[in-house]
């Protein structure tokens, strides 16, 4: 597995104080440590930076004007969340495992360092309650600060790397090997998720299974490394014809594929399916054992359902199947939709 590694950047750490003269100060030291530094007068302000810069540390004031640095403290802790799963939501991913790492800013929890004048057991407790990372009191130590916001960017910095490589190896792990698309382990949780996604939004859902014709006589008559290579051809057609972001393409089983098609009816499925199969015999991959054409050519199997609740997704695929038996029966190089 390739070595996941950040790109070098310089931390940006927000302040979040009304005091103008606290602010001066904390851009002063922080910049001389070399982090780059961004400040706001209030609450409000500070969440429409961190929603704009997604900086690696934020320093927060608990007094403050407009919304004072506990309430600021619990809307961070939201934006977090929400950004969370909306980076990990399956509608955001082709279902190739591509993972977004242009979301780990906000996937990560970005510290939050409060410093202020209070010192009482409850504001500390409070603070802590609503999501803070750590406490300084004022008046400010300043080495005592400089090693804080070195550790908790240290810790910001090694969680997102840590993010990254359980993003690839989740990336790798719905990943057929050979060819690159999904493995069947993916399809069976996509099609999961987008069923009840359909039953939700009360939409249709579409299923394309094809086969590669004759493709036993092309591994024995071309051996297995262009059996290999043929396979990652094929898929590579389907991907290309699988366009959106929602659609899914997956290696269902030795040399059958599947493409998992949200909120597309039958008419739609068909015309990907008709497209899918042109596509791959305009690249003439040449099978001089093949009874139906001297290019390598697909059967395909296509089913769309609007799912219902209390239903499940094994209808589609035993629908689908059905159709793909009809077209080899029909002698194969076509289409055939299940009705």
């Known amino acids: 597995m390739k070595a996941v590694s950040l790109p070098e950047e310089q931390p940006v750490i927000l302040v979040i104080d009304d005091d103008r003269y606290t602010r001066q100060v904390l851009r002063k ?9 961004i400040e706001a ?22 007094l403050m004007p407009v919304m004072d640095g506990f309430a600021c403290c619990t809307e961070l802790q939201m934006l977090f969340q929400k950004n969370y799963f909306h980076g990990n939501d399956n509608g955001n991913s082709n279902g190739n495992g591509n993972a977004d790492h242009q979301n780990l800013h906000f996937a990560s929890h970005t510290p939050v360092l409060m410093i ?25 130590h300043f080495a005592v600060l400089r090693q804080r916001v070195r550790r908790l960017i240290q810790q910001f910095q090694l ?24 493995n069947r382990r993916r399809f069976d949780e996509y099609l999961e998720d987008e069923w009840q996604r359909m039953i939700r939004e009360k939409l249709p859902l579409s299923l394309i299974l094809c086969d590669i014709d004759f493709f036993k006589k092309y591994n024995d008559t071309y ?24 659609d899914l393409v997956a290696r269902y089983g030795g040399e059958e594929f599947a493409v998992i098609l949200p909120n597309t009816t039958a008419i739609g499925a068909s ?11 305009s690249l003439d991959i040449t099978h001089i054992k093949s009874p139906v054409s001297k290019y390598v050519t697909l059967s395909l199997g296509i089913a769309c359902i609007q799912p ?4 499940l997704p094994n209808i589609l695929v035993a629908a689908a199947d059905k159709a ?12 055939f939709t299940d009705i």
């Open 271 to 281: 015309q990907v399916a008709e497209e899918i199969r042109e596509v791959l015999r």
């Open 41 to 62: 007068v209030n609450g409000e302000q500070g969440l429409e930076a961190y929603k704009r810069l997604k900086p690696h540390l934020v320093l927060l004031d608990a």
């Open 223 to 246: 051996g297995h490394q262009a059996g290999d290579a043929c396979l990652r051809r094929v898929a590579d057609a389907l991907r290309f014809c699988a366009k959106r972001s929602v």
């Open 159 to 182: 969680y997102k790397q840590l993010q990254m490589a359980n993003q690839e190896l989740q990336r790798l792990a719905n990943l057929d090997g050979l060819t690159g698309v999904a």
């Open 116 to 140: 202020t004048g209070l010192d009482d057991q409850e504001s500390v407790d409070r603070a802590f309650a609503v999501g803070a990372t750590d406490y300084l009191t004022k008046p400010i």
């Open 324 to 335: 793909l038996y009809q077209a080899k029966a029909a002698g194969r190089d076509c289409c």
């Open 29 to 37: 030291v922080m910049e001389k440590e070399g982090y780059q530094v």
């Open 308 to 311: 219902k609740p209390q239903s």
